[in-house]
């Protein structure tokens, strides 16, 4: 029997969208979380992605990584209208490629320095770095807000992987500090993305972290 695809997760910003999508789709994977740079996995972790970072979906032996590629494969896997083919499709890329780096890229300074970095040092940014971080986040909310107004959703009449990328952030807006309340039409689509129980709690159920007494699962290393 062909075992079931893996797709390894942690708790973070692009796991999180990996986990939370393969959960609204019902994908058949299994969801194994993962330390990918913790020594007790580290080496098993790097023939499955080099970069040993998560998402990753190991099917039939094969790694994809990269959150992207994997949302791809699990609405093939699943609901392909959720990346559609032809020109819904370039839109939803679009979305993707746009908010990876004009949105997400931006604010992610927040998300980082105001919630991952005082966990292990109290070293602060420089001022000048997060006013720029924060004059591009909000270029790019504005447009994201502009485009919404109107619109229920960015690609269509349906929720698509378009909208599930462009709100990486959103959950953690408010105690990165990010000033989503300034924009109406994204505190409403993040609100309709909320009403999404995969969105809203993608780890329901799911243990935190791997058991690093043991073998990483599903490594062959
Ligand atoms: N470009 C990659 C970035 C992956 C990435 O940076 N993953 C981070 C979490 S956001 C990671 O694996 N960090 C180590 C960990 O979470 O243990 C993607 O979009 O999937």
Not at 39 to 46: D, G, I, L, W
Not at 91 to 97: A, F
Not at 126 to 147: H, K, S, T
Not at 188 to 196: I, V
Request: net charge negative; proline share 11%.
């Amino acid at each position: 029997m062909t075992p079931r695809p893996i797709l390894y997760f942690s708790r973070n910003l692009n796991p999180r969208v990996a986990v939370a999508f393969a959960r609204h789709l019902n994908a058949p994977v299994d969801l194994v979380p993962a330390s990918p740079r913790h020594p007790a996995h580290e080496e098993a972790f790097r023939p499955i992605n080099p970069n040993r970072l998560v998402p990753v979906l190991v099917e039939n032996g094969k790694s994809l990584w990269e959150t992207d590629a994997i949302a791809m494969r699990l609405s093939q896997m699943t609901d392909p209208e959720f990346w559609p083919a032809g020109q819904a499709g370039a839109e939803v890329q679009m979305w993707v490629s746009w908010s990876n780096l004009h949105l997400t890229r931006p604010g992610s300074s927040f998300y980082f320095h105001r919630l991952v970095r005082p966990q292990f040092s109290d070293e602060e940014p420089d001022p000048a770095f997060m006013e720029g971080e924060m004059r591009q986040f909000r270029e790019g909310a504005a447009v994201l807000n502009d485009y919404l107004s109107g619109r229920t959703w960015l690609v269509g009449a349906r929720p698509t992987y378009a909208d599930f990328r462009a709100a990486t952030l959103f959950p953690f807006a408010i105690p990165a500090g990010l000033p989503i309340a300034e924009y109406p039409d994204i505190v409403r689509w993040h609100g309709q993305l909320m009403a999404l129980p995969a969105w809203r709690d993608p780890f329901a159920g799911l243990a935190e972290h791997p058991d690093q007494t043991k073998p990483l699962e599903g490594a062959t290393a």
